[in-house]
């Protein structure tokens, strides 16, 4: 008997890290997305799928939902789209690792400590998601 051969999976079942909760947030943010006539293609290096030059939608800069990565910028800059998705892709697995959760311990956290104070953007890297961090004074 032969073995089957790889199982090639989709980009949505890989942004969405094994998790069947990140997968449907991912699946959500990208008809979101479409609403808001993002322009959406699949960042490998990141294992993100990309929603960018939106009208609308989004949060900040830019706001990761599941595996799905919703700004209104154009990532054109390439040194500036590493670092902001090496950022989010740690969201990504944030998203994956506490599921329909992670939106609410997000939000309780920046209700708490906004911004650069919040823990979940500090564990993705600051410098990486455009926050101004200080050195001590």
Do not use: K
């Not at 998601?129 to 050195?135: N, P, S, V």
Request: net charge positive; glycine share 12%; aromatic share 8%.
């Amino acid at each position: 008997m032969t073995s089957p051969g790889p199982r090639v999976s989709s980009p949505l079942r890989r942004v969405s890290r094994g998790s069947v909760q990140s997968l449907l947030v991912t699946a959500t943010a990208l008809t979101w997305a479409r609403l808001w006539r993002a322009r959406i293609s699949y960042d490998a290096s990141s294992n993100l799928i990309v929603c960018e030059a939106m009208r609308g939608g989004y949060a900040r800069g830019g706001t990761c939902f599941g595996g799905a990565f919703l700004t209104g910028h154009a990532l054109v800059d390439p040194r500036r789209r590493r670092a902001m998705l090496r950022h989010e892709s740690v969201h990504a697995d944030q998203w994956a690792r506490h599921g329909f959760s992670f939106a609410i311990r997000y939000l309780v956290e920046e209700m708490r400590r906004p911004g650069a104070a919040n823990r979940f953007e500090a564990e993705a890297g600051l410098g990486d998601g455009g926050y101004l961090t200080r050195g001590p004074s």
